[in-house]
């Protein structure tokens, strides 16, 4: 198996190649070389983000606190963070 990291940040879902060069030596092994030039096409994932919805008598109205409220990650989230996702009401003035 073998990591692969890019040094700097790469834009949300941009297509990517990643080049293989001719000649490359294994680290545990310096005789084993590629003998070819191999290319790779990959596609960076989609930025993340979060979304929140309910149910409510209007649009600029609070949550109707007897519907469901949902959450939904565009990408999945382990168990123990979505645990501690909290809902706070905002600022006075803020909606």
């Known amino acids: 198996m073998l990591l692969v990291t890019c040094p700097r940040p790469l834009p949300p879902d941009a297509a990517v190649r990643l080049v ?7 680290a545990g092994n310096p005789q084993v070389r590629t003998t070819v030039e191999q290319r790779y096409g990959y596609r960076v994932r989609k930025a993340f983000s979060a979304e929140f919805s309910c149910e409510r008598e209007r649009a600029n109205a609070a949550c109707l606190p007897v519907r469901p409220m949902v959450l939904r ?3 999945p989230v382990a168990r123990k963070s979505a645990e501690q996702v909290e809902l706070r009401q905002p600022p006075a003035g803020r909606r």
């Open 20 to 26: 293989w060069g001719k000649g490359i030596a294994a």
């Open 73 to 75: 990650f565009s990408a």
